[in-house]
């Protein structure tokens, strides 16, 4: 069990976090897009939602054990991909990536990943990769198949980012690729010299700034410059014939992350997936989005039990994976808990944020008098 780190709930950690992090990459990491409503909405959806327990029920023993793609896990929530990781804590994605294994939860590796691909498969685990895809489409492709080669078990493609989203505020701090210093910023770094000193200085003493990993050596450009031609992420071209050509190259699980319309689902089920992620990528694509939790129960409507359904955007606690869970997802992905406990105290921290989580799942079924997940959908109140 993770030691508790002062922290007794996910918004401590975010607390800490945010204490520990300079201002701009606080913000790359927490904030949204725009006038952030999405981000708004997707915890006023979940807020709106409430239990009616029972009471009586033998809540001696609670089983929040699931099934995801046919193996058994310990409670239904998985490691969101989150590309940030690598600026929030010295090899990030690796600390997130053992505490996952830990903790028998699947770990999604991001594509925009600052460490390579091979130095966070080193931590076991149930691994999955998520793709964006570049520019240049064969880069994409060898990625996918070292993502094979390597054992990864699913493939996340992220499409609810069609073209580049509008985040004001870093072009306001500098803090975006390739990053700048400007006067705001080289104040905010110095006033925080444990980030200073724990992550950028860990980095220049090892090899220097961080860069792009997934790509090829000759492409890889460190974050404070540009990415070089080919080498920019670009889907305002992708269609369902270009996931139609990924399901004929991946032999795994492939997941398309950032459905929100039944009907895509129903193309997602048709083009060959094996699941779908409900997701507004956390309210930092689309600012007008539906909330996640509300998109949820149409599309378990249209392919629920034909298909894997996950749900992300806006898990805080263990009541929200029970009430994802009540409407019909079967598991949901968690980014921002996981990173919060990351900046707060690396690979111990996010070890605390799934702790908490599954504590407070187990709490709440406990609560509402259910036993195990089959029972959970009947303790929704109407």
């Known amino acids: ?128 990769f998520q793709l964006y895809l570049w520019e240049d489409r064969s880069l994409s492709m060898a990625v996918v198949d070292h993502a094979a080669e390597l054992g990864c078990e699913a493939l996340f493609v992220t499409l609810d980012m069609a073209v580049p989203p509008n985040r004001e505020y870093i072009h306001r701090n500098g803090f975006g690729t390739p990053f700048t210093l400007n006067a705001r910023n080289t104040i905010d770094v110095l006033t925080h010299p444990r980030w200073l000193a724990g992550v950028m200085g860990r980095y220049m003493l090892s090899g220097g700034i961080p860069t792009q990993a997934n790509l090829p050596d000759r492409l890889r450009t460190k974050v404070t410059k540009g990415a070089p031609p080919g080498a920019l992420f670009k889907q305002d071209d992708l269609d369902w014939d270009g996931i139609r050509e990924l399901r004929d190259r991946w032999k795994g699980r492939l997941i398309l992350k950032g459905i929100l319309h039944p009907a895509d689902a129903e193309q997602a089920l048709a083009a060959g997936a094996d699941g779908v992620v409900v997701s507004n990528h956390g309210g930092r694509a689309l600012d007008s989005s539906v909330a996640t939790i509300d998109a949820l129960p149409d599309i378990v409507r249209a392919v629920g039990g034909k298909m894997t359904i996950f749900l992300d955007s806006g898990i805080r606690r263990g009541s929200d994976i029970v009430k994802a869970r009540a409407l019909g997802a079967d598991a949901v992905l968690a980014g921002r808990a996981p990173l919060y406990g990351l900046a707060a105290a690396g690979e111990a921290g996010v070890a605390r944020a799934l702790e908490l989580l599954r504590a407070e799942t187990a709490r709440t079924m406990a609560m509402l008098g259910t036993r195990n997940f089959a029972e959970v959908a009947d303790a929704l109140a109407d």
């Open 1 to 128: 069990m993770a030691g508790h780190l002062g922290c007794y709930n996910i918004a401590d950690l975010r607390d800490r976090a945010k204490r520990r992090l300079p201002l701009g990459i606080w913000e790359y990491a927490e904030r949204g897009v725009e006038d952030e409503t999405g981000m708004a909405r997707n915890r006023a959806a979940f807020d709106r939602i409430t239990f009616r327990p029972r009471v009586l029920r033998r809540v001696d023993r609670i089983d929040t054990s699931v099934s995801i793609f046919g193996q058994p896990t310990p409670m239904p929530l998985a490691l969101a991909p989150t590309g940030a990781a690598g600026l929030l804590w010295h090899n990030g994605d690796l600390a997130l990536a053992r505490a996952a294994a830990a903790a028998g939860l699947p770990f999604t590796i991001s594509s925009a990943s600052t460490l390579d691909v091979d130095v966070i498969a080193s931590a076991g685990g149930r691994l999955w």
